[in-house]
């Protein structure tokens, strides 16, 4: 089982960039992101469940990033626009084969699966 996470990169202030996370090997359930920058410990992004119905953001986020998922193509996504210079971190993609209830989304200790993580800079 592999998650392989792409599209990170260096972007100004207010530009967009979008992730991409794709598994082999299995179906999942839920899918999140998460991010960890310099010196702080990793946080969450953001979460979606198989439907693509529920989705959970971290407050920091919401109305800028958007996460979806192709089940046929096994990828979720992570469209992240108005970037800011603290979204700078690498970004990593989770899964877990469970439908997890919304309440544990957020919870980096629930996901059993982790890409390798994709750095994304934002300069001012």
């Known amino acids: 089982v592999q998650l392989q996470a792409s599209g990170g990169g260096l972007v100004q202030a207010g530009g967009s960039l979008r992730l991409s996370c794709a598994a082999s090997g299995r179906t999942f359930s839920t899918y999140g992101w998460f991010r960890q920058a310099p010196g702080k410990e990793r946080e969450f992004v953001a979460g979606i469940r198989w439907s693509g119905s529920t989705t959970r953001y971290t407050d920091s986020v919401k109305g800028r990033f958007t996460i979806s998922r192709d089940n046929a193509k096994k990828t979720v996504y992570l469209q992240m626009n108005s970037l800011k210079p603290e979204d700078t971190a690498v970004y990593y993609c989770?899964?877990?084969?469970?439908?997890?209830?919304?309440?544990?989304?957020?919870?980096?200790?629930?996901?059993?699966?982790w890409g390798q993580g994709t750095l994304v800079t934002v300069s001012s």
């Open positions: 989770a899964a877990d084969s469970r439908n997890l209830i919304f309440s544990s989304m957020g919870s980096k200790n629930e996901y059993d699966y």
